[in-house]
């Protein structure tokens, strides 16, 4: 079994930045792929990026060039660094995780996290 924990939400200017982390638990097969996802009042949820235990990266195309995904894996830890944050930006952030790559992008994920609360507002 594989627990997720967000952290790093909060109320940020446009413009400003946030860092994201989702430290795991359990199985480090299971945290083969992780990625991270959100969902705005009224909206889908929507894949926001992915990375595989190897480094290889995803993105959305509304967030390339603003968002990093990394890992460190000694720590079982995912992180998104959030720049030039917008207020289309708002939403819950979810960090999810997956021994299967087409699995964490088609939403399928068997992990799921809390979710944590982003907000760009002025």
């Known amino acids: 079994q594989v627990q997720l924990v967000e952290s790093g939400g909060g109320l940020v200017q446009p413009g400003g930045s946030l860092r994201l982390s989702c430290e795991a638990s359990?199985?480090?097969?299971?945290?083969?792929?992780m990625g991270w996802y959100r969902q705005a009042p009224g909206k889908q949820r929507e894949l926001v990026a992915a990375?595989?235990?190897?480094?290889?990266?995803n993105y959305a195309d509304s967030v390339k060039g603003r968002f990093a995904i990394s890992r460190d894996n000694a720590k079982n830890t995912v992180y998104l660094q959030m720049n030039s944050l917008k207020p289309e930006d708002t939403a819950v952030y979810y960090c999810?995780?997956?021994?299967?790559?087409?699995?964490?992008?088609?939403?399928?994920?068997?992990?799921w996290g809390q979710g944590t609360q982003v907000t760009v507002s002025s």
């Open positions: 999810a995780a997956d021994p299967i790559y087409y699995r964490i992008t088609t939403g399928q994920a068997n992990y």
């Open positions: 359990g199985s480090l097969f299971s945290t083969n792929v």
């Open positions: 990375i595989i235990r190897g480094g290889s990266t």
